[in-house]
T-cell receptor
Framework: AQRVTQPEKLLSVFKGAPVELKCNYS??????LFWYVQYSRQRLQLLLR??SRESIKGFTADLNKGETSFHLKKPFAQEEDSAMYYC??????????FGTGTRLKVLA | DTGVSQDPRHKITKRGQNVTFRCDPI?????LYWYRQTLGQGPEFLTY????????KSRLLSDRFSAERPKGSFSTLEIQRTEQGDSAMYLC????????????FGPGTRLTVT
């Protein structure tokens, strides 16, 4: 079955600490993977996608096909990073499969 | 263009009533998606349009749900004979063509079925 797992509902870190939001997927083909973010009172928006291999707001994510993971990382968390983060899989069709999300709280 | 818009933003209805939601995508986007999101969950895919053609539909979409995009512009999602389990946030998103397209989401319509 095609699935995205985000094991942590809540992740709290102190400002300046490293952040890693975990995402594992289940799909036998070649996946397209994305991270979406929702800041308080704002719409869901794209943060980054694996095909772009870019760093956005200091965040990076590497696709590891062996471990079927796409973890989101940032070396130094900032308070404005506090938000809900969703990992999403596009399994070769038109639909997207989202994980249940991880709420990141960056403490001062 | 202010992005994807959805109307209404909130809808309270009684069980058994029909409801219709509207989504206006970004004007040059030919792809349109509907999702449902319940508390504590991520968005669940419901259906996808490319221009006016409905190309994919989730098994979550029971016979009570129907979606249209008549001229390839705005879209409507109708729920007939609403049930309490239909209470959720209904999200619309649009995108252009191409690999890994960025979806632009609307603010959502929150449905409460009493």
């Amino acid at each position: 079955a095609q699935r995205v797992t985000q094991p942590e509902k809540l992740l709290s870190v102190f400002k300046g600490a490293p952040v890693e939001l975990k995402c594992n997927y289940s799909y036998s083909g070649s996946p397209e993977l994305f991270w979406y973010v929702q800041y308080s009172r704002q719409r869901l928006q794209l943060l980054l996608r694996h095909i772009s291999r870019e760093s956005i707001k200091g965040f990076t994510a590497d696709l590891n096909k062996g471990e079927t993971s796409f973890h989101l990382k940032k070396p130094f968390a900032q308070e404005e990073d506090s938000a809900m983060y969703y990992c999403a899989l596009r399994p070769g069709t038109y639909k997207y499969i989202f994980g249940t999300g991880t709420r990141l709280k960056v403490l001062a | 263009d202010t992005g994807v818009s959805q109307d209404p933003r909130h809808k309270i209805t009684k069980r058994g009533q029909n409801v219709t939601f509207r989504c206006d995508p970004i004007s040059e986007h030919n792809r349109l998606y509907w999702y449902r999101q319940t508390l504590g969950q991520g968005p669940e895919f419901l259906t996808y349009f490319q221009n006016e053609a409905q190309l994919e539909k989730s098994r979550l979409l029971s016979d009570r749900f129907s979606a249209e995009r008549p001229k390839g512009s705005f879209s409507t999602l109708e729920i007939q004979r609403t049930e309490q389990g239909d209470s959720a946030m209904y999200l619309c998103a649009s995108s252009t063509k191409g690999p890994g397209p960025e979806q632009y989401f609307g603010p959502g319509t929150r449905l409460t079925v009493t």
